[in-house]
């Protein structure tokens, strides 16, 4: 009967360590499932096929109805680098925003009130260029040529409206040209 016991209790523990397994296992399963339905969303609305970027993307919790928001990274970039934003750089970004269709209430206009108060981390600005060097193999020359000019151009118009001292001289400051060089590089 002792052994009889014995093998009772040896049974009871290797089931529950398999039974441990298994739940472990199949949570792993649902999470790659789940990242793997993430990225399949993203690449639908994004364009994006490069794994690496997708799932960087959703790394950064950026989701479909977030996308929108990276795409106004630029400007938020140009508005923070003097370290602040000022309301007529608030007023410009938020006019960019309604353009691009970004309805009010929405998980991305959320994130760019977020960002207006505080600045996005580098991941962001990282995951911004990995997007947009992404989206830049997929298209022709012409197109190129034009997502360039209308994201600089955006930020541009950013770091603009501030307008120099007193509206007087140069209305770009050295930080934001900075940063703009930067944005441009990522084209080349």
Known sequence: MGSEVLGDRRKALEDAFFTKQDAKLRQELAEKEDLKAKKAALA??????????????????????????????????????????????????????????????????????????????????????????????????????????DILGRARSVAEAAGGFLGVGNKVSKSEQAVLEELEAVFE
Do not use: C, F, M
């Not at 970027?53 to 400007?75: G, K, M, N, S, Y």
């Not at 750089?89 to 207006?116: D, F, M, R």
């Not at 990282?126 to 190129?144: P, Q």
């Open 44 to 149: 639908e609305v994004s364009g994006i096929g490069d794994d690496a970027v997708l799932e960087r993307l959703v790394a950064l919790d950026i989701q479909p109805d977030t996308l929108t928001a990276l795409t106004l990274v630029p400007l938020i970039e140009v508005a923070w680098a003097d370290g602040n934003i000022d309301d007529n750089e608030q007023a410009a970004i938020l006019q960019a925003a309604s353009t691009t269709g970004l309805s009010k209430g929405s998980p991305s206009a959320q994130l760019l009130e977020a960002w207006l108060k505080h600045p996005p981390t580098p991941d962001v600005r990282r995951a911004w260029e990995d997007y947009v060097s992404s989206l830049l193999t997929t298209l022709d020359a012409d197109a190129k040529s034009a997502l360039k000019n």
